[in-house]
């Protein structure tokens, strides 16, 4: 038995069953490949369920990390710490917000999000009990909290009753959106393009109001950019190509870009919602974590890693357009930068397995849909590569 095929039996025997992982243990990143313990390549077009957004090889965010391994890597939040101050001075510059708190994952960010509203109702009347309006197919995450605003049963199921009231609206129609807003509502949360739930950017009509009818009734508006922000849609964050802004922003991902970390953003309006007290975590925040989250800011601003999702993410859509044309059981093509979908009349698991076997790795949204989120530094020539094997696989 090879040496990775005993790792694969000594995983399944020691790490709870709750993904059917793909047949690979991987070793080693270079450039935007992902290499086993067998040496095989694979092209990456999942970063890590996008997060690597800087790939495996930046010599700068290695070094930084290094670095901080030898100055610090936790203090606790009993105290300040440098890399922290930088990194929230970033985040807040970045997203014109004015607040941050560092989470260890999106999860954590949407819980934070969602007590800064129902705090902020709270604040105003104690007398009521909050829910929130989500959306259908929306996916925020998976603690009791972020489950419960997340409007696909298939995650809920065998877990309710959740801590948090939630009722559902379909995801782009405001109209039903409005029919569910009640005076306990306390907050509306979506993502700005729904990423598990099949990659469907919002309209901008919606998004402008949701904004407005939470300004009449001082609702807060939360957007989960967990997956659609940090460059991902061709914009620091997605909600930037819509000109409209949240009162809370969830981030995780690409925010680390491999370093657990996330955070929620708050705007002037809720940043004083949560006091001293209300909210707390031992790692959130941790020297080595926003080491990385700093050192990201840096290299997206040198590196230009936007203009290349603009302009690459373009040549992308382009290609799965043409794709789209030449190959059957296609019938949508949906997203934009690297956050891109495929949907296909059928399953797409066989295809995946297909390309995984051929050494390109793609991830799926939901059974029908390829989704297509490589890290953000990828060229023209690795789109090239992808469609050369994807084509290989779909068009007969
Ligand atoms: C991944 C994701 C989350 C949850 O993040 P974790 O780090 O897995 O806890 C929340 N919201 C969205 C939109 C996501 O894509």
Known sequence: MSEMKKYMEKAEASILKTYNRFPAVFEKGEDVYLVD???????????????????????????ALKNQVDLLLHTSNLYYNKPAVEAAEKVVKASGLDKVFFTNSGTEAIEGALKVAKKYAYDKDPSKEYEFVAMHHSFHGRSQGALAVTGNSHYQ??????????????????????????????????????????????????????RKVCDEKDIILIFDEVQCGMGRCGSMFAHDLYGVKPDVMALAKG???????????????????LVPGDHGTTYGGN??????????????????????VKEVGAYLYEKLEELKEKADGIVDHRGMGFLQGLEF????????????????????????????????????????????????????
């Open 287 to 308: 020297p080595f974590a926003t080491a990385a989250v700093s050192t990201v800011f840096d290299i997206f601003e040198s590196e230009n890693i936007v203009e290349n």
């Open 157 to 210: 199921d065998g877990f309710v009753p959740m801590g948090i009231r939630a009722v559902f609206a379909e995801f782009n129609n405001l109209e039903d959106v409005l029919s569910k807003i009640t005076d306990t509502t306390c907050g509306i949360i979506c993502e700005v393009v729904q990423g598990e739930g099949g990659i469907y950017p919002a309209k901008k009509e919606f998004l402008e109001g949701l």
């Open 37 to 63: 313990m067998d040496g095989k390549k694979y092209l990456d077009f999942g970063a890590g369920i996008a997060v690597s957004a800087l790939g495996y090889s930046n010599e700068q965010y290695k070094n």
């Open 255 to 273: 925010l680390g870009c491999g370093v657990p970390v996330g955070a929620f953003v708050t705007n002037e309006k809720t940043s004083k919602s």
């Open 345 to 396: 009349d059928a399953p797409v698991s066989p295809i995946v397995n297909e390309a995984f076997a051929k050494g390109l790795l793609l991830i799926s949204a939901g059974s029908n849909i390829i989704r297509f989120v490589p890290p953000l530094v990828i060229n023209k020539k690795h789109v090239d590569d992808m469609i050369a094997i994807l084509e290989e696989i779909i068009v007969k």
